[in-house]
């Protein structure tokens, strides 16, 4: 089994970046959902509200992060890693309240014109805690802006499957893993509890229950049905859609695309 393809989305809800090597840290890979986007009152906003986010693509550069429009590659903006405006603000993600600081005023108003809304991109300081949901933790661990967990992993069997099922094939950014993994059978990751990525112990919490924001083509921003009409018939558990597993870390360092699974329990 083998780490086939890495994956991290800097601002939480915007376009994804595909990595051949990151760092593992407690909250997640570097640089992994570290900015939000949020209403003026500090309420996050994702694609399940606003679809047109599936539109901004993002790099990382030295010193900042560079996000451009799809639509017109050179309408862009930098966003400094060390904030320029830096104030503190309490922002609400999901059920948590935690201490942010915004970005920059160049960057709030960019974004407002593309999304036509009022926002503010927000940046989690690293003295920020955020506890993932105790009841699945293990070891009292901290998350990012995630929805819930650090890490996000699937097997490229599970997505094999659910294409064969499907009348148009999908691509696995719809699922916004971190890490995906070949050489399994389709679903395997289910029944896994720990494991390894090369020199790394990585332990699964729950399985990952699928929103609307699958449903959206990363490509187009277009909203459809699937795959949750296709999951609901064969991956729904107490009225929740599962695919992909949540983790969390044991210890922090460097992991490759390439990189060896080996099951631990």
Known sequence: ????????YPVKSLAGIRLSEAQVQEKGLQHDRRWMITDPFGRFITQREF??????????????????????PDNRISVPFEPVSAI?????????TVDAVTVS??????????????????????????KADPKYAKNNENVSFADGFPFLLISQASLDDLNSRLEEPIVMQRFRPNFVVTGTSAFAEDYWKS???????????????????????????VKGK???????????????ILFGQNLVTKNHGLVKQGDEILLTE
Do not use: H
């Open 105 to 130: 005023d160049d960057v709030d108003k960019w974004l407002s014109e593309q999304l036509e809304l009022d926002v503010r991109l927000v940046m989690m300081p690293e003295k920020t805690e955020r």
């Open 195 to 221: 494991f390894q990525i090369g020199d790394l112990s990585f332990d699964i919490v729950k399985p990952c229950a699928r929103c609307v924001l699958t449903t959206i083509d990363p490509e187009t921003g």
């Open 226 to 240: 699937e795959p949750l009409k296709t999951l609901a018939t064969y991956r729904r558990v107490n009225n929740k």
């Open 51 to 72: 679809p047109k986010m599936a539109m901004l693509e993002v790099s990382v550069e030295e010193n900042s992060l560079l996000i451009s429009n799809k639509l017109i």
């Open 88 to 96: 503190p603000i309490a922002v609400t993600v999901w059920d948590d």
């Open 1 to 8: 089994m083998v780490l086939s393809e890495i994956w991290i």
